[in-house]
C-alpha cells in the first residue's frame, strides 16, 4: 500500500508541476494524533490532491472517502491500494474508527 500512495503522491506532484499549479498548507504542525479533515469540493480532482498535500506535509499516508461511482476498472483498483474508502462501504465507519483507535494507541502508523 505504501508504494501505491508514494506512487499516487509522485503522480500528483507531476500533474501540479506541469500545470504550474502551487498548492501550499500553511498553519500549524500536525499533530501525531489522529485528524479528520474536511474539503469542500468541485471536482473528484480533491480525491488525490488532499491526501498528496498532507503526505508531502508530513509524510503519514492519509485515506479518503470517494464516490462510488469512481470505484471501477483500473482508477478502482489503485485508489483501494492507496486506501481510498468508498462513500457505500459499508463498514467505512468502522474503517475510520480502527485507524484512529490504532493511532491513539501507538499501534503502527496508518497506511
Known sequence: MRLAFAFSSFLVGGICKLLGANISISGENL?????????????????????????????????SLAADSLF??????????????????????????EDGYIRINGGKAVY
Open 31 to 63: 499533530p501525531d494524533s489522529p485528524i479528520l479533515f474536511v474539503a469542500n469540493h468541485f471536482t473528484r480532482f480533491e480525491t488525490f490532491v488532499v491526501p498528496h498535500m498532507l503526505y508531502e506535509a508530513n509524510g503519514r499516508p492519509t485515506r
Open 72 to 97: 471501477v476498472g483500473f482508477l478502482g483498483k489503485f485508489m483501494r491500494r492507496v486506501g481510498t474508502i468508498s462513500s457505500k462501504n459499508k463498514e467505512r465507519d468502522c474503517i475510520i474508527i
